[in-house]
């Protein structure tokens, strides 16, 4: 996985450490599994297929290279929620979960007043 999903993730983290004095962001956070960065109009793609996401990745922040930990989908999404390699938060097979005393992105936000939720 290249490209949008850490674009995202590395624009939380980023939003997420602001000063507490500053207004807080709303934060949205889009991850689409198997979505290649080269179809995308925001990296250069011709045609109209992204429409939405090239107009964040314009008021937004924008990486033009970024890597994943893991080649498949369980061990990245596990890796952007939480900021730990896999081997780390025990995310390493399909029927293994994270260990319960890793902190995910959205308990992380949620302490901190967010309101959390997803699709």
């Given at each position: 996985?290249?490209?949008?999903?850490?674009?995202?993730?590395?624009?939380?983290?980023?939003?997420?450490?602001?000063?507490?004095?500053?207004?807080?962001?709303?934060?949205?956070?889009?991850?689409?599994?198997?979505?290649?960065?080269?179809?995308?109009?925001?990296?250069?793609?011709?045609?109209?297929?992204?429409?939405?996401?090239?107009?964040?990745?314009?008021?937004?922040?924008?990486?033009?290279?970024?890597?994943?930990?893991?080649?498949?989908t369980f061990p990245s999404?596990?890796?952007?929620?939480?900021?730990?390699?896999p081997g780390r938060s025990?995310?390493?097979?399909?029927?293994?979960?994270?260990?319960?005393?890793?902190?995910?992105?959205?308990?992380?936000?949620?302490?901190?007043?967010?309101?959390?939720?997803?699709?």
């Amino acid at each position: 996985m290249r490209g949008p999903a850490l674009l995202v993730t590395a624009s939380l983290l980023a939003l997420a450490s602001c000063a507490r004095t500053a207004p807080r962001p709303n934060l949205i956070l889009i991850s689409i599994d198997t979505l290649r960065a080269d179809r995308l109009g925001c990296y250069g793609y011709p045609r109209p297929t992204s429409p939405f996401l090239d107009a964040e990745a314009r008021k937004g922040v924008l990486f033009r290279d970024a890597s994943a930990v893991s080649s498949w989908t369980f061990p990245s999404h596990a890796a952007m929620f939480t900021g730990l390699y896999p081997g780390r938060s025990g995310a390493t097979e399909l029927k293994r979960p994270i260990r319960p005393e890793v902190p995910a992105l959205a308990e992380w936000l949620a302490a901190r007043g967010y309101e959390t939720g997803a699709v």
